[in-house]
C-alpha cells in the first residue's frame, strides 16, 4: 500500500508498505481521509516528545471498515486499567500508544486500529469533515479542562484552524469566543469564519481590560503564556493548550501573579473518546461553517508540499483524500 | 493605645496612638488576641505587595466589642459590587482593603472593624484558638481552589504553621495529609502535631512514585514549585499558596509539563469570610490539636523579638495577647 513515512526528522517519503496485520481486537480500517495536524508539521520539522521514528504520521483520520461501516479512530491506545483511565481522563493513560505519534498512523492507504478506538459516524456526515473531529475533540477536551461554562468570555491565542475550531467550540458551548492574532494573513483567511461564527477579535490596544475568564493559547509562542496571564480576571483560568517553543525561561513574578491573583492555570493534551463523540455532534451542527476552515484536499504525495506552509501559517486544513 | 507600627521596612515600633476613629458601618473591637504571621515577619524584613506603610500590622485577630459580643475579624474589606465580589471570591475584590497591609491592623489595644467583617464565635472557643482562624481558613481557601476531594493523597511543602495547618485541613476534608519538610528541627518540632492528626512524612528517597493528586507549597522556595510538579500524578493539581521569593526564573521545560501532563496549578491568596466560618468549625473539632502549634503568648513589645525566630523557622506560633 502507499504509505508516507517519517524517517527520520526532516525526511517524510512516499514508500510502499504491507498492509498492516492486525492484532486481536484490532480492524483493519481502509483510511478515507486522514487532516494534516500543525503537529504533524512539528514532527517532520524537529519530532515531539511521543514521536517513535520510524513512523506512519497522520492521526486525524476517517476510514470504512471491511463490513463497510464508516468510522474516526480515537488515535490513542490506553490500558483501561491505570488510575487516569479508571477517572475517565484516558489520554493521559501512563501506557498510552498513539497512532502516528508511537504506532503507524492515517497517512496510508490502511490502519490497523484497536475496535476500542473506533467510533461511528452517521451516514449524513462527510468525511473530510468528520476527520476533523480528532482535533474538534482536543479543543473540547481544552474548554473541559478550564472549565468553560456559559457565558464565559474565552481569549484564544491563535487564529489558525486549532484556534478557530476552538473558538467554535467556545461558542456551542453558550460562551463568548474572541480572538488575538499577530499574523494579519490569518486574520484575512479566517475572517469569513469568523463573521459567520461569530467570534470577536481583539487586538492589543483594545484590550487594557484583563477581565477575561479564561485565556487559551492555540499558538507556541511563549508570548501567549505571558500575555494571556495578564488578560485573565483575578480567579480565571489560562489553558496551555500549546506547549511553549519558545527557550527563554518564564520570570518569577509572572508565577507568583498565579499566586496573588488565585489564578488557574491547566494543560491541555489530547482528548477522550467521549470528547469524540461530542465533536462528531458539534461537526454535524456547524458542518457549512467548518467547511470553510478547508483550505483543500489533497494527494498522499502532496503533504510534504504543504507542512512547511502549516508551519509559516499560511494555511488553514489540508486534507487527505485516500 | 499602645500599637505596634511598621514604620518602615525593618522598623517595627511601640508607639502610643489614638484609639481609631470608626466610619459608619465599623464598630471599635478591643483586641484580644493576635497571632502573628509569617507574613508580618516578611513585611518588616522585605515588605509586601498589598503593604502601604507606615502601619499597625497584624490580621489575625480576636476581639470583643463594646457591647461584650466575641469576634474574630475577616481582615478584608470588599466592595461587594464587582465580578469577583459577585461570584464569592470577595478576597479577589479589586477594592480590597486588608487590616494589617493596606489599613491599620490588630497589633494594637483596639482596632477599627467594618460590622460586616465581624464573625461572631462560640463563648467556648477560647480567643488564643479563635486568633487562628485566619491562616487556618487561607488553608481551607488553597484546599478548594485545588480541589482536594475525599481520599485524595495530598502533599504539602513546609511543615511550619500553615503546612501543618493545611495538613489538619486535609486530615478534616478526610483526605491523606503527607508533609515534605527539608529542615530537620521543624520535622522534631512539629511531631507530636503531626502523630496526633495523622500526617505522614515524605522524604525525598521515598517518594519517587510522582502520584500526589494535588501539592500545596507552604513554603516559598522556588524548588517546591519545581520539585512539587513532578510530584503529581497526570491531571493532578498544584496549588501556589505561597509566593516564590527566589528570583531565578522557571525553564519554559517545566511549563511544558503542566501541557503534556495536564497539569492545574491554582494560587491561592487571603480567604474569604464563609472559609472563616469553616475554619472556626475546624477550631473546635481540633482544639487540642491546633493547641500544640501555640509556641508562647507574648506582648506587643515582644513581636519584633520574635519575628527573626519566625523567619528562621524556629517557631510555630506566637499569640499576642492584650
Not at 128 to 133: E, H, K, P, V, Y
Not at 156 to 178: D, H, N, Q, S
Not at 295 to 300: A, F, K, T, V
Request: glycine share 8%; aromatic share 6%; charged share 25%.
Amino acid at each position: 500500500m502507499n504509505s508516507l513515512q517519517l524517517e527520520k526528522i526532516g525526511s517524510l517519503k512516499l514508500r510502499q508498505a504491507h498492509i498492516p496485520e492486525i492484532n486481536s481486537n484490532e480492524i483493519l480500517l481502509k483510511v478515507t481521509h486522514c487532516s494534516v495536524c500543525r503537529t504533524d508539521a512539528k514532527m517532520w520539522e524537529r519530532g515531539q516528545r511521543d514521536l517513535v521514528l520510524p513512523r506512519i504520521l497522520g492521526h486525524e483520520i476517517c476510514g470504512i471498515s471491511e463490513s463497510g461501516k464508516r468510522f474516526v479512530v480515537w488515535p490513542g491506545k490506553a490500558c483501561g486499567q491505570c488510575r487516569q483511565c479508571r477517572r475517565g481522563a484516558e489520554n493521559l493513560c501512563r501506557e498510552m500508544q498513539i497512532m502516528g505519534f508511537h504506532k503507524d498512523g492515517g497517512f496510508a492507504e490502511y490502519a490497523a486500529v484497536p475496535e476500542s478506538s473506533l467510533i461511528p459516524i452517521s451516514d449524513k456526515l462527510p468525511g473530510n469533515i468528520a476527520s476533523l473531529a480528532e482535533p474538534l475533540s482536543c479543543a473540547i477536551n481544552a474548554l473541559e479542562q478550564a472549565g468553560v461554562e456559559k457565558k464565559d468570555c474565552v481569549l484564544i491565542y491563535g487564529a489558525g484552524p486549532v484556534g478557530l475550531m476552538t473558538a467554535l467550540a467556545v461558542r456551542a458551548a453558550e460562551a463568548y469566543p474572541f480572538v488575538k492574532e499577530i499574523s494579519p494573513d490569518k486574520l484575512v483567511r479566517s475572517e469569513v469564519f469568523r463573521r459567520q461564527v461569530g467570534i470577536k477579535c481583539v487586538t492589543d490596544v483594545d484590550n487594557n481590560t484583563s477581565d477575561f475568564d479564561v485565556v487559551i493559547n492555540a499558538a507556541p509562542s511563549r508570548d501567549t503564556f505571558l500575555k494571556g496571564l495578564a488578560d485573565l480576571r483575578p480567579g480565571g483560568c489560562f489553558c496551555l493548550f500549546s506547549g511553549l517553543t519558545d527557550d527563554s525561561p518564564i520570570p518569577v513574578s509572572v508565577i507568583n501573579e498565579i499566586h496573588y491573583r488565585q489564578l488557574g492555570i491547566t494543560g491541555a493534551y489530547g482528548c477522550t473518546r467521549e470528547q469524540m463523540r461530542s465533536a462528531l455532534k458539534l461537526l454535524s451542527d456547524y458542518k457549512e461553517d467548518i467547511r470553510l476552515l478547508i483550505d483543500d484536499h489533497i494527494e498522499l504525495e502532496d503533504v510534504p508540499v504543504v507542512l512547511p506552509k502549516i508551519l509559516g501559517g499560511q494555511a488553514l486544513k489540508f486534507i487527505v483524500k485516500l
